[in-house]
């Protein structure tokens, strides 16, 4: 992804596939994007299939893009998130979190043991300047890589081979001094649906994926007006809203520009709006009566 050492000491990346995916990321970013933005961070997202066939395969994403950044040589810190995870507490003071942690490899949540090697890697914190970290690393993408492209492109449903997180925990299982360095975090903090810092709602906590997407969608927008952190939608707002209501979109940029200029200009809109639509349902003719059934 990156073809030159970043000049940040710390990255964040978020990646997704480019359907199942894509809507999700595209909401989390924008805290996301805030978060690194106001802590000078460098912040990169990937939509796409780095390594297999299948949507679901976006998740050795993290795997490929973690050792890239070692090839470059980087030693600063590497942040993954998945993309239903997004940073709920922008303000969080990263940097001196990161100080207490120099002497670890990674920073995870528990999986569904305490076992040390149990880890779950929706949301982590890799310190490329550890020695473990590229021995894990290293040998995460080796198990990566011994999964064969046939047995891949055959792998149509979610672990039909091993996930990313499974490959993960296998070399951690396999070598238990990996793990001494390991910080293990509470769900409190992060990789939970309540968590202080960074929230992840996950397929376990919302199994309906339009539900799932929604909760996250309104999750962030409440957390970006906490932070009276400025939206960027302010076309796609306009747009959906015609859409919605069955109104011509614009074909001016104009238009939607002096009708969100500001908030009495949009409550104007809003309320010109509104009486056409009302005015439009008015003067629709009444559905035709259903006729009684027949008599047997």
Not at 49 to 78: E, P, S, V
Not at 128 to 135: E, G, I, N
Not at 207 to 231: C, F, N, Y
Request: charged fraction near 25%; proline fraction near 5%; glycine fraction near 4%.
């Amino acid at each position: 992804m990156l073809k030159l050492l970043p000049e940040q000491d710390i990255v964040l990346f978020q990646s997704a596939d480019p359907v199942n995916y894509f809507s999700m990321l595209r909401s989390t970013a924008k805290l996301n994007r805030a978060f690194c933005m106001r802590h000078d961070i460098r912040y990169t997202c990937f939509h796409g299939i780095m390594r297999g066939f299948h949507a679901w395969h976006a998740c050795y994403n993290r795997i490929l893009l973690l050792n890239d950044m070692l090839d470059l040589g980087f030693t600063g810190w590497y942040l993954h998130l998945d993309s239903d995870a997004y940073v709920f507490d922008p303000r969080y003071d990263i940097r001196a979190y990161l100080k207490t942690s120099e002497e670890n490899s990674f920073v995870f949540t528990h999986g569904a043991t305490k076992a040390l090697w149990d880890v779950n890697d929706g949301v982590f914190f890799a310190n490329c300047a550890h020695p473990d970290t590229q021995t894990i690393a290293r040998a995460w993408l080796a198990k990566l890589e011994t999964v064969k492209l046939e047995k891949l492109r055959k792998a149509e449903k979610w672990y039909d081979t091993p996930g990313d997180q499974q490959l993960l925990q296998s070399v951690l299982k396999s070598d238990e001094a990996l793990t001494a360095a390991i910080r293990h975090e509470h769900p409190r903090f992060i990789n939970g649906p309540g968590s202080s810092f960074i929230r992840q709602i996950l397929r376990s906590t919302e199994r309906d994926p339009a539900a799932r997407l929604e909760r996250i969608e309104l999750d962030v927008e409440r957390a970006m007006g906490r932070q009276k952190l400025d939206s960027d939608d302010r076309v796609l707002l306009y747009c959906a809203l015609m859409r919605h209501l069955g109104l011509p979109v614009p074909k001016e940029i104009e238009t939607v520009r002096e009708a969100t200029a500001d908030r009495a200009a949009l409550l104007d809109f809003l309320e010109k709006t509104v009486a056409e639509v009302r005015a439009s349902m008015a003067a629709e003719p009444p559905p035709p009566a259903e006729k009684p059934p027949a008599q047997g």
